[in-house]
């Protein structure tokens, strides 16, 4: 069936790299996303990668995909504190209807001063 | 005010009673969506809406009835709701083509007692 994994947690030092892992299971998704949830609030988009893409970086963020392992990354350079958060994978959800997104469970990442 | 809205933000309510949560889009998006959040689930979806007076089940549907008779609101209610029921719900919209990126509310807490 349809599922995307993630680690649930990572804990980092201020100032540090941090890389959120993903796998995923639908090959004929066109993007994939990761998001991000700050305590209290909604999901919002931090970036999204096509699927034809292997990189995407964008300021400290940077995206890996690997299509052949279905594998999708995050990493995020100099991590600072305010980076504290959950961090969502997903990837669309062909298998459904159009425009339906499948979440991963979330990595929640803790940043150590 | 523009943007997804969500109302109540806060919500405690007993076992039996009808509770109805709003979300309100003001982009014109075609497809809205509602999910439940819960600690070792992350995020599940409910029901979602493709149109106005479209709509289909998710991932976790019962107990829960929706209607769309407005592109910009797409209401949830708890016919009867049990104390299974407490979570923290987002409702999210989205444009199907392009980056099909959901743009989520900031979430009602629901208790059930």
């Known amino acids: 069936g349809e599922d995307v994994e993630q680690s649930l947690f990572l804990s980092v030092r201020e100032g540090d790299s941090s890389v959120i892992n993903c796998t995923y299971t639908?090959?004929?998704?066109?993007?994939l996303y990761w998001y991000k949830q700050e305590p209290g609030a909604g999901l919002q988009l931090l970036t999204y990668i096509f699927s034809n893409m292997d990189m995407k970086q964008d300021q400290r963020l940077t995206v890996l995909l690997n299509k052949k392992d279905k594998h999708l990354s995050l990493r995020i350079a100099d991590t600072q504190t305010g980076d504290s958060a959950i961090y969502f994978c997903a990837e669309e959800n062909y298998g459904g209807s159009q425009g339906n997104l499948i979440f991963g469970k979330g990595t929640k990442l803790s940043v150590k001063p | 005010d523009a943007g997804i809205t969500q109302s109540p933000r806060y919500k405690i309510t007993e076992t039996g009673r009808q509770v109805t949560l709003m979300c309100h889009q003001t982009?014109?998006?075609?497809?809205m969506f509602w999910y439940r959040q819960d600690l070792g689930h992350g995020l599940r979806l409910i029901y979602y809406s493709a149109a106005a007076d479209i709509t289909d089940k998710g991932e976790v549907p019962d107990g829960y009835v929706v209607s769309r008779s407005k592109t910009e609101n797409f209401p949830l209610t708890l016919e009867s709701a049990t104390r299974s029921q407490t979570s923290v719900y987002f409702c999210a919209s989205s444009e199907v083509g392009g980056s099909n990126e959901q743009f989520f509310g900031p979430g009602t807490r629901l208790t059930v007692l």
């Open positions: 639908d090959s004929s998704s066109t993007y």
């Open positions: 982009w014109s998006h075609s497809y």
